[in-house]
Nanobody, 124 residues
Framework: VQLQASGGGLVQAGGSLRLSCAASGRTFSNYAIGWFRQAPGEEREFVAAIRWSGGSTYYADSVKGRFTISRDNAKNTVYLQMYSLKPEDTAVYYC??????????????????WGQGTLVTVSS
């Protein structure tokens, strides 16, 4: 299984970015794809997730209303559209795939596979 995250970069506060997570190596119909982020000196935290089958979405309170997670089944790709970015959104963003209980969808332990991360820097 491979998860390839891309789309990070440098953006000014208030700007937008779209991250992509290209998934390959298996069928993900019973999986959730999540985005996590890790700022320097901080723990990796949940950002958003989507169930591959059905498309239910979940968001951390800190990004609700600003970020949108979506999927393209034909491309096996999950997107994280980020609007109204803030300096505190600066982090390495990771995508991950997990097949555990959706009750723990915001828990890192639920995820079996991780991508390599893409850096998002928001300047003030």
């Amino acid at each position: 299984v491979q998860l390839q995250a891309s789309g990070g970069g440098l953006v000014q506060a208030g700007g937008s970015l779209r991250l992509s997570c290209a998934a390959s190596g298996r069928t993900f119909s019973n999986y959730a794809i999540g985005w996590f982020r890790q700022a320097p000196g901080e723990e990796r935290e949940f950002v958003a997730a989507i169930r591959w089958s059905g498309g239910s979405t979940y968001y951390a309170d800190s990004v609700k209303g600003r970020f949108t997670i979506s999927r393209d089944n034909a491309k096996n790709t999950v997107y994280l559209q980020m609007y109204s970015l803030k300096p505190e959104d600066t982090a390495v963003y990771y995508c991950a795939a997990g097949s555990g209980s959706y009750n723990y969808i915001s828990n890192r332990a639920m995820y079996d596979y991780w991508g390599q991360g893409t850096l998002v820097t928001v300047s003030s």
